[in-house]
């Protein structure tokens, strides 16, 4: 049997779960934006790596690969970042890989199984972290196992906590977000933002960080990547 942990999105972070985790791994596979090598470096300590190439994954990893095709214990394999951007024909993979979206899914399509993993890495206020486990039988059947990571409230940055509250209204979101979006243009730094605005260091550098890496973006989409609406609190979606 071959094990083989699958993951995404880490951001720039590995966590401890995650590696204990990948103790008892064969093969890793990562669906993209990793943000920086020390992290494939820290991956590949513990198993041989496949990766591809995510859109935050920039001059660094010029060389990844923005698709892959790979064949694990008879499993037909394909992997991408944005399952959007597939351009070619994949209907003969049994497994395709992808990220992105930061939210976990498991989908069976004909004869093929899509599987994003989730993200692993900086928490999204309320979002799971989550991973999952690939285990493929010497016949080449294999099973999917969603490995969810820190069930408990063992982090308090990026989420909701009584000495940052977020407002509770769509509107005051609305507007601390045009707050910290004017305060990022004026040059003003994650700290001094935080300050201003009222809000933890990591909330301030979340919406600085999707307002940068995703030019003409608005507070509205800002909003709906840090995935606030999905809380079920402003009458939006869920």
Known sequence: MIRVAVLSDTHGMLRQEVKDVLSSCDVILHGGDINKQEILDQLAVFAPVHVVRGNNDKEWAAELPETLRLELGGVRIFMIHNRRQIREDISE?????????????????????????????????????????????ENGTFTIQKVELLTGEKETGGDRSPENPL?????????????????????????????????????AEQICRLYVTHPGIDADGVLDKMELYALGVTGKKR
Request: aromatic share 4%; with cysteine; charged share 30%.
């Open 167 to 203: 407002p509770s209204s769509t509107a005051d979101r609305r507007k601390l977000v045009k707050a910290v979006i004017k305060d990022t243009d004026r040059g003003r730094t994650v700290d001094e933002i935080a300050v201003r605005n009222g809000i933890t260091r990591d909330m």
């Open 93 to 137: 993979c049994d497994l395709v890989i992808f990220g992105h979206s930061h939210r976990y899914l498991e989908q069976k399509e004909g004869t093929t199984c899509w599987l994003n993993p989730g993200s692993c890495g900086p928490r999204r206020f309320h979002s799971p972290v989550t991973m999952a486990l690939l285990e493929i039988s």
